[in-house]
């Protein structure tokens, strides 16, 4: 009997591990995800857009994303909600609710997006890195000085640090990583918006810094095709900074049984949602009052700031620190599904099936895979050399946002919606539904143009292995 009841207490009623994850651990997961890079790049967006379209784009997006999140977060138990079966994946969610051809398309757009992320956030932390370094030599040596230096070992130190983690075995065990990565999204955010307002105050409320209700503008700033392809990649930029769709069942598969996992998903959408809202609208404003229609493409490593100097050089260390935790976030769904299909495949081999223990002093018994090692390692190698070939920041957070967007935060969650509700095609709601989801793709077609432009102007300018 207290065995029987010892399982009951340390297994879920799927069979597999007791989950732990609460409504404070699944929201630092989506803070951890959401609160990325993309805080950066918000300024430059605003001042592409201007007053008036930059915080409407902001809100809107925002209010998407929670909005399909729900709609996502009620079909992680199939039929019922509380108490069906459950998806552990995105790709089971879709199986389960739609079928088809759709299933694959699914683990295309969600395995791609997830790789390109990776890669994303490669690039960026070696630019904060590299900026750390910029930081200190303009300080001693002058703003005017050329203070050149290269990323590339940079990028090799982060993924060195990446191989390491990589072998923590699954998400539920990196809450810990992800609270820490939280903690370091706020620190780096109000910095930001700290030296915003103290620069906008300086200037005494925005003196000699031109804004506008459009942004840039025309024939001052930018040509009238350069003022299009820019306004195209502010999108892409917008909407890659709200992301989360992509990892929203994975976390949801971390929760506890009770109370419901599709209510405690909602509460934490809602909770972190609101907060990088508001994180966004002030750093994104607040920078574009700052800094105008020159506002940098990364306003805490285009030096906008130079000083007080040491405070910036904790913001981008900061910085490399949440993208080491948001970098785990994101690959850690991908190596689950990859390591699950090569298990059903070669179910005899040992290399794969093998787990091996391990005395870690201070730790205690770690059990490694070889297959896990090695696979892993592999991974991470190949994405820094991917970061390494193609180090532009903007263009590729665009076309991240941009090709992710509309199939994973719009276009899934609304037909699972419609396929669940049963609604009948040409009612009212079904109607109202796919106008926001044809409306999004043509935003996400707008922004994709707009960031493949911006790739190939920055691949004509680009000298491989040249130092910034």
Known sequence: MDAHLQVGKNIDDDGREKRTGTLVTASAHIITAVIGSGVLSLAWAIAQLGWVAGP???MAFSFI???????????????????????????????????????????IAQYVNLVGITIGYTITASISMVAVKKSNCFHSEGHAASC????????IIFAGIQIILSQIPNFDKLSWLSMLAAVMSFAYSSIGLGLS?????????????????????????????EKVWRTFQAIGDIAFAYAYSTVLVEIQDTLKSYPPENKVMKKASLAGVSTTTV????????????FGNDAPGNFLT?????????LIDFANVCIAIHLIGAYQVFCQPLFSFFEMKCKRRWPNSKFITTEHILNVPFYGEYYINMFRLV???TYVILTAVIAMIFPFFNSFLGLIGAGSFYPLTVYFPIEIYIARAKIQRFSVTWVWLKILSWVCLVISLVAAIGSV???????????????D
């Open 56 to 58: 409407a784009a902001l």
């Open 279 to 290: 994180f966004y609208v002030l750093c994104g404003c607040l920078g574009y009052a700052a």
């Open 65 to 107: 994303t929670y909005f399909t999140s729900t709609l996502l977060a009620d079909a992680y138990r199939s039929p019922d909600p509380v108490s069906g079966k459950r998806n552990y994946t995105y790709m089971d969610v879709v199986r389960a609710n739609l079928g088809g051809n759709k299933v694959q398309l699914c683990g």
């Open 302 to 310: 285009g030096f906008g700031f130079y000083e007080p100097f040491w």
């Open 148 to 155: 050149k230096s290269s990323s590339y070992p940079y990028m």
């Open 375 to 377: 696979w892993r390692t």
């Open 453 to 467: 432009q911006g790739l190939l102007t920055d691949v004509k300018k680009y000298k491989p292995f040249e130092m």
């Open 197 to 225: 307002i103290a620069k906008v105050v300086a200037a005494g409320g925005g003196g000699g810094v031109r804004t506008s209700l459009t942004g840039v503008q025309v024939g001052v700033d930018v040509s009238g095709q």
